[in-house]
T-cell receptor, first 113, second 113 residues
Framework: GENVEQHPSTLSVQEGDSAVIKCTYS??????FPWYKQELGKGPQLIID?????GEKKDQRIAVTLNKTAKHFSLHITETQPEDSAVYFC????????????FGTGTKLQVIP | NAGVTQTPKFQVLKTGQSMTLQCAQD?????MYWYRQDPGMGLRLIYY???????DKGEVPNGYNVSRLNKREFSLRLESAAPSQTSVYFC????????????FGPGTRLTVT
C-alpha cells in the first residue's frame, strides 16, 4: 500500500517568514495530493490540492509543488501569520470511484508574532 | 448545511465496555470514512464505505465494526474497548467525482481506562 512520509514534525517560524513542509510517497500510481490544515480541537480541512498532471499550484500565500519522478511534494506558505499556526497534513491518493487517502504524520507549525 | 456531525464529542469507557460512535453528513456524499488520530501517527483509516451498502477495511480495522445505515449515516462500533483504542476519532465524507475533498467532522475524543 501507499506510504507517505512528512517532515518536519514541528516547525517554528517568525511572523512574515516562509514555511516549507515536505512529503514523499511510495506508490507511483498515486495521482492526487491534498493538504489539510487542522486547528486545535477541530477536524482537518482541505487548504489546497494538486493532481499529478500539474507541477505547481498557487492560492494566495499557499503553494504546492509536485515532483512525480522523485515522488516528492511540498507545501510552501509565504508571509506567515499567527493564524497559520496549526497542524498540517499531506496526503496521497489513487483517485477512483472513492478517495482512499493515505495521510502523512503531520507538521505542527508555530508562527511566532 | 451542518456538514459532517459526530456524536458524542467526548467519551470515557472502561476496558471491555462497548459503544457506538455516530456520524451523519448532509451533503449527499456517496463515500464515508472513519479515521483515528494518535500523536505522531497522523490520521489512520479504520474503515470506509465507498457507497451505501458497502464497507471495507482500512489500515487499522481490528477491534472495530462499522455500519452504513443509509446514505447519510455511518457508525463505528467498539465491541470490547481496550486502552489501545484511546484516541480521537474522525468521520469524513466525500463525493466520487469533481471535488475530491474529504469533509471531516469535529471528532470524538475517546478515553479507555
Amino acid at each position: 500500500g501507499e506510504n507517505v512520509e512528512q517532515h518536519p514534525s514541528t516547525l517554528s517560524v517568525q511572523e512574515g517568514d516562509s514555511a516549507v513542509i515536505k512529503c514523499t510517497y511510495s506508490d507511483s500510481a498515486s495521482n492526487y495530493f491534498p493538504w489539510y490544515k487542522q486547528e486545535l480541537g477541530k477536524g482537518p480541512q482541505l487548504i489546497i490540492d494538486i493532481r499529478s498532471n500539474v507541477g505547481e499550484k498557487k492560492d494566495q500565500r499557499i503553494a504546492v509543488t509536485l515532483n512525480k519522478t522523485a515522488k516528492h511534494f511540498s507545501l510552501h506558505i509565504t508571509e506567515t501569520q499567527p493564524e497559520d499556526s496549526a497542524v498540517y497534513f499531506c496526503a496521497a491518493s489513487n483517485s477512483g470511484g472513492y478517495q482512499k487517502v493515505t495521510f502523512g504524520t503531520g507538521t505542527k507549525l508555530q508562527v511566532i508574532p | 448545511n451542518a456538514g459532517v456531525t459526530q456524536t458524542p464529542k467526548f467519551q470515557v469507557l472502561k476496558t471491555g465496555q462497548s459503544m457506538t460512535l455516530q456520524c451523519a453528513q448532509d451533503m449527499n456524499h456517496n463515500s464515508m470514512y472513519w479515521y483515528r488520530q494518535d500523536p505522531g501517527m497522523g490520521l489512520r483509516l479504520i474503515y470506509y464505505s465507498a457507497s451505501e451498502g458497502t464497507t471495507d477495511k482500512g489500515e487499522v480495522p481490528n477491534g472495530y465494526n462499522v455500519s452504513r445505515l443509509n446514505k447519510r449515516e455511518f457508525s463505528l462500533r467498539l465491541e470490547s474497548a481496550a486502552p489501545s483504542q484511546t484516541s480521537v476519532y474522525f468521520c469524513a465524507s466525500s463525493e466520487w467525482t469533481g471535488d475530491y475533498e474529504q469533509y471531516f467532522g469535529p471528532g470524538t475524543r475517546l478515553t479507555v481506562t
